[in-house]
T-cell receptor, first 114, second 111 residues
Framework: DTGVSQDPRHKITKRGQNVTFRCDPI?????LYWYRQTLGQGPEFLTY????????KSRLLSDRFSAERPKGSFSTLEIQRTEQGDSAMYLC????????????FGQGTRLTVV | TQLLEQSPQFLSIQEGENLTVYCNSS?????LQWYRQEPGEGPVLLVT?????EVKKLKRLTFQFGDARKDSSLHITAAQPGDTGLYLC???????????FGTGTRLTIIP
């Protein structure tokens, strides 16, 4: 399978714990995006990378959130000191970019903070 | 802040009927995509439109991009239960190439 891969698919954590999600984009894509989606809403932009450079971060991305793409390939999204409001689906997408915005999504990581 | 509005928010129709979903913005898109998402899964890309007035067809789905590139519509002919899902439009704006998503239209086709 050469699509976007996310791991884990589901994560249940206690409030206050740290969690880390991984995204492996389509191999030839140099843009990688993170979105968050809550029930009944469209995905909200969090951040994106062009190769290893983080080009933009949403104001939604508080200082408890950090994303990396160290070698311009896979990316990780870490949430520190999780809160119940962090419960959501975290989606990763990649595109060939920068002129091609056609993005392909992974299956997402469903986070539940209890 | 660029806002992308979709209407209707919910739509429930009988199998075999036709329907249209709308996506509107106050700003000009450089490109626009339509996605379909099923529960617990990521959005799946259906189509990309780039040129004002462009029409693209995907089997029973017809996508149109407004002449001014500020709006788009998705028309489904003879809807089938397999069309059930959340339909999302997403646009990229000039000078800001991340995708901004609409709130979605939840479509239910009743057999």
């Amino acid at each position: 399978d050469t699509g976007v891969s996310q791991d884990p698919r589901h994560k249940i954590t206690k409030r206050g714990q740290n969690v880390t999600f991984r995204c492996d984009p389509i191999s030839e894509h140099n843009r990688l995006y993170w979105y968050r989606q809550t029930l009944g809403q469209g995905p909200e932009f969090l951040t994106y990378f062009q190769n290893e450079a983080q080009l933009e971060k949403s104001r939604l991305l508080s200082d408890r959130f950090s994303a990396e793409r160290p070698k311009g390939s896979f990316s990780t999204l870490e949430i520190q000191r999780t809160e119940q409001g962090d419960s959501a689906m975290y989606l990763c997408a990649s595109s060939f970019g920068p002129k091609n915005t056609e993005a392909f999504f992974g299956q997402g990581t469903r986070l539940t903070v209890v | 802040t660029q806002l992308l509005e979709q209407s209707p928010q919910f739509l429930s129709i009988q199998e075999g009927e036709n329907l249209t979903v709308y996506c509107n913005s106050s700003s000009v898109f450089s490109s626009l995509q339509w996605y379909r998402q099923e529960p617990g899964e990521g959005p799946v890309l259906l189509v990309t439109v780039v040129t004002g007035g462009e029409v693209k067809k995907l089997k029973r789905l017809t996508f149109q991009f407004g002449d001014a590139r500020k709006d788009s519509s998705l028309h489904i002919t003879a809807a089938q239960p397999g069309d059930t899902g959340l339909y999302l439009c997403a646009g990229a704006y000039f000078g800001n190439e991340k995708l901004t998503f609409g709130t979605g239209t939840r479509l239910t086709i009743i057999p």
